[in-house]
């Protein structure tokens, strides 16, 4: 789906979220995409959780996710909204070793 307006704002039900825009009662932006990626991974037994991420000046910026990985042994950070995930040598990074990088 685009991203647009979510007003109002959806329950955190990825069913309804999608049934919500695909009917135009809402729209969805970052978190809506996080909450239904987070919660079709946790139907397939992947662990994942959602993260919101921000400055110092709006610490609750932008809504993505956290998944983790059996290949790395450690969470990463995976942006749905964008479909961008950040990496060091080839290796994803999770938040923290984002935030340790910056």
């Keep these: 789906f685009a991203m647009g ?12 979220v999608l049934d919500w825009i695909r009917a135009g009662v809402t729209g969805g932006f970052c ?14 037994g992947v662990p994942a959780r959602y993260l919101e991420i921000g ?4 610490p609750y ?3 993505t996710s956290e998944v983790w990985s059996n290949d790395f042994d450690k969470w990463v950070l995976l942006d749905v909204a964008f479909n ?14 984002i935030r340790d990088a910056l």
């Design 31 to 44: 978190g809506q995409y996080s909450q239904i990626f987070v919660q079709a991974l946790h139907a397939f």
């Design 5 to 16: 307006n979510p007003s109002p704002y959806p329950p955190w039900d990825a069913m309804t």
């Design 61 to 63: 910026n932008h809504f």
């Design 55 to 58: 400055g110092v000046a709006n």
């Design 84 to 97: 961008n995930y950040f990496a060091r040598d080839g290796v994803p990074l999770s938040a923290v070793e």
